[in-house]
């Protein structure tokens, strides 16, 4: 693991890193911030943030206004990238931004010319939590994931798929429902195929339908001016699928935020707070 | 005044402004952020805060952290941008970082080619202040200054020239000294010529020393695994020189922090907060 950069905020250390991954196949890189409640050498919560499509580590790293509220509860927060780059990984064929380079979905593509590299699932699952617990102050045992949009939705997929390994879970803006909305029907037909049986496994909203469980209770956050939130969103979809399932799930409309890390950086605070009282 | 983009954030609003600048002859960008408490109709205190070398208004409107601590104390944020940009603007002849476009050193330049559109003296000190106050609620008797490095230069010189418009003055990492280090060489050189006479005025240690006082106190924070510390910030010199003419300034070398937006964003509550006592 090659350390890319590090420099203190907020009291702790925030760090950039790459590494080659056996998931995907290329030189993956993530951001670290280590709170100071580490330098008394206890293993700390830690929180994984799964960003939206277009971003790398950057996005929330320097705009998410994360690390105060971790300096304050003692949480590890990282933030991966959400594709495999480099030389040799397909892209959308039309360059898009809703598929291929920084859109990976949080999926194992099936399909090709995806499968390759497209490990997204096994990399935020598997790979980049040993990684981290190898070479920072975590206790792997709370671990708590969340994300934002694409994000949100690798989140609520992964921690309702992994309850005993992510042990608590909120989402900004998630797509909820990725079979019922186009960026889904896009991604998951690009990466697993036209089966859409397959695609149950990749759609929280099918997950609870299908019996699936979470740790614990559920904290979304959307703002009700989110330009995507009738077409691509639709988080009323989950709520109801929660609701049916005695799924335990908090949907809050946060009136007049946006998309954007205006409305991400605004609640981060309530969600690493969320986090920190679970874990 | 055209908006570029609005949103809201932390219960207020964030917004960037473009307008064509009388005092630089270019189209001029800012943000600014709005806090809730306007929505009762009050006019509120203002901070500006000036970019160092190479930004935008965009750094710290993403990176700065401010958001929150202004709408804890009802205080509204202006970001302007560094220099003059556009078609016919000189640059640097070797387009260096620290001199013409990203780099205008908050002076009015007297060189060829510089002296057309490098006022962002004027631009600061009369411009935006009165554009501010004819579209924004706030009250600018009312107003303070704060900026880093380089803006953290024209934080001190106007703070110092100007102590009944901004009647509360801090700086993150400033540059104390143009006139004993090579920032400063170049870039008073460059723009006000080689009569060192000149520069003093844009020099604040040479200001406090020529009889110059701020509105009251002065905060600076510095860290001191800033790269820059030796070479061209030099805070020592400036509290020397306050030291002498009985100025009360507080410098807080702050313990393994950088020259980034990780050390700003660390320490941007306290100076909202010592901004928000003092307006």
């Not at 100071?36 to 293993?43: D, V």
């Not at 509220?69 to 990282?78: D, L, M, N, Q, S």
């Not at 030389?87 to 360059?95: F, I, L, N, S, Y």
């Not at 005695?246 to 007049?256: I, M, N, S, Y």
Request: hydrophobic content about 40%; aromatic content about 10%; charged content about 20%.
């Amino acid at each position: 693991m090659e350390t890319v950069s590090t420099s203190k905020a907020h009291g702790g250390t925030l760090s950039v890193h790459a590494h080659e991954s056996a998931a995907t196949g290329t030189k993956m890189t993530f951001s670290v911030f280590v709170p100071p409640q580490a330098e008394s050498g206890a293993k700390l919560p830690v929180l994984l943030y799964l960003s939206g499509l277009t971003c790398t580590h950057a996005n929330v790293t320097e705009k998410g206004e994360y690390r105060r509220a971790c300096a304050e509860h003692g949480i590890v927060f990282i933030a991966p990238d959400t594709s495999p780059r480099g030389e040799g990984v397909a892209d959308d064929p039309a360059g898009a931004y809703d598929f291929g380079l920084g859109a990976g979905f949080y999926v194992n593509a099936t399909q090709e010319p995806f499968a390759r590299h497209y490990r997204m699932w096994d990399y935020v699952a598997e790979e980049l939590p040993a990684l981290v617990a190898a070479n920072f102050p975590v206790d792997l045992s709370r671990m708590g994931i969340t994300g934002h949009s694409m994000g949100g939705h690798g989140a609520l997929t992964l921690g309702l798929t992994y309850p005993e390994r992510f042990r608590s879970l909120s989402a900004f803006a998630p797509i909820v429902a990725p079979g019922q909305v186009p960026w889904g029907h896009k991604a998951l037909g690009g990466y697993l195929g036209e089966d859409r049986a397959a695609w149950r496994a990749h759609d929280a909203t099918a997950l609870v339908e299908d019996g699936k469980r979470p740790a614990g209770a559920i904290l979304i956050d959307q703002g009700d001016a989110d330009g995507f939130l009738a077409e691509q969103l639709r988080p009323a979809l989950f709520a109801a699928a929660c609701e049916k399932a005695g799924v335990d799930v908090t949907v809050r409309l946060q009136p007049g935020y946006d998309h954007s890390y205006n409305f991400i950086s605004t609640f981060m605070e309530d969600h690493i707070r969320w986090h920190a009282e679970r874990l």
